[in-house]
Structures are given as structure tokens and as C-alpha cells.
């Protein structure tokens, strides 16, 4: 989003743009919305494919094993707070969403977008808060598969570092996109709200 035409746009003479400027700033913020709300029913559906697929093939395995669950509580309990978060991002991601029009005046737009960027803010919270509680849950995870032969020492060295690799990119991208784009999003739109602003 460029946020240097719409401040420019908001600095114009009383804080009046021309009806072109308007209509182009206005449509410029519908589209990033849009795109957003597309980009989150794309990950939705990925997700709740994934998070099905391992929910049948744990369910298989524990059918399957006669340790039962109490060897492989670990894994349940990663499975459990997995679709808690999906189900959380996927509750905060649709209640409640504003609609994005035309006719809408441009403060409306401004309005959604925000909404948009603070619901972005809050699955990156979450987000974070899974990842945390995965590097807490893998390595009991681990020590379980190894009690039980399903692993040996050479396959969790492996997976330490396969996982331990993919958590932390992870983790960092998670920091870059609140740090470099949703935090400045969030202060330009509040910005253009503020009427003690530009």
C-alpha cells in the first residue's frame, strides 16, 4: 500500500483531495483488503486440509498402538492446541468483518483497513503463542517417539534439526512481519484517522 499518495492526498488543501485521488486511494485500500481476506481463505482451507489429514492419521496410529494415549499424550496434546489456534485465527478472521464498497466514504476505507491490519496483529499473536508452545511440546514429543523405538537416536538428531530450523524461520518471519509491516501500516492508517494529524 502506498501510504506516501494518501498522506499526500490527506496534506492536500483542506484536507480535500480531488474526486480522481479519492476514488484511486479509496480503491487502492479495498484491493489490499480484498486481497488479504482472499490470501486468509487460501490459508484457512490449506490449513484445516492439514490439520484434518494429521488428526486421521493420529487417530490411525493410536488405534494401532497398544502403548495407547498415555505414550502419546505429547502429540495429542500438539494436535489439541493446533486446532485451538486454527479455530481461534479462523473465529477472528470472519466475525465481525466489515464490508469493503465503493460507495463507502474514503475514512471507511481507512476504518476496514485498520481492522484488517489489527486482526492481522492479533493471528500474528497467536501465531506466536504456537510457536512457543510447539518448541515447549516437540521435545516431549520426541522423548516419546524414542521410548517407544519409533525413533532412533540418528532420526531425532534429524528431526531436531529439520524442526528446530523450520521453527525458527518461523519464528523469525513472524517478527519481521509485525516489526517491518504491520506495526507501520497500523501507525500510518491511525495516523490518517487522527484529526490531530495530517
Known amino acids: 500500500m502506498n501510504f506516501e499518495d494518501i498522506q499526500k492526498a490527506w496534506e492536500s488543501p483542506d484536507n480535500q483531495p ?15 483488503v480484498r486481497r488479504r481476506r482472499r490470501f486468509n481463505i487460501i490459508w484457512l482451507v490449506q490449513t484445516s486440509v492439514m490439520l484434518v489429514a494429521a488428526t486421521v492419521v493420529a487417530i490411525i496410529a493410536l488405534q494401532s498402538n497398544r502403548s495407547g494415549i498415555v505414550a502419546e499424550w505429547g502429540a495429542i496434546l500438539m494436535l489439541a492446541v493446533s486446532w485451538t489456534c486454527f479455530l481461534l485465527i479462523a473465529w477472528k478472521r470472519f466475525h465481525r468483518k466489515p464490508a469493503t464498497t465503493m460507495e463507502q466514504p474514503i475514512a471507511d476505507a481507512v476504518r476496514v483497513a485498520l ?3 489489527q486482526v492481522a496483529r492479533v493471528v500474528n499473536t497467536v501465531c506466536a503463542w504456537l510457536l512457543a508452545l510447539t518448541v515447549m511440546v516437540l ?14 537416536n540418528r532420526e531425532l538428531l534429524s528431526m ?3 524442526f528446530g530450523g523450520v521453527l525458527s524461520l518461523f519464528g523469525m518471519w513472524l517478527a519481521w512481519d509485525r516489526i517491518r509491516r504491520l506495526r507501520p501500516e497500523q501507525r500510518h492508517l491511525e495516523a490518517l484517522l487522527d484529526p490531530n494529524g495530517p
Open 18 to 32: 480531488s474526486e480522481n485521488e479519492t476514488m484511486k486511494l479509496k480503491q487502492e485500500l479495498i484491493n489490499r
Open 115 to 117: 481492522h484488517d491490519n
Open 139 to 152: 521435545p516431549i514429543v520426541m522423548f516419546q517417539l524414542h521410548a517407544t523405538d519409533k525413533a532412533s
Open 160 to 162: 531436531g534439526i529439520a
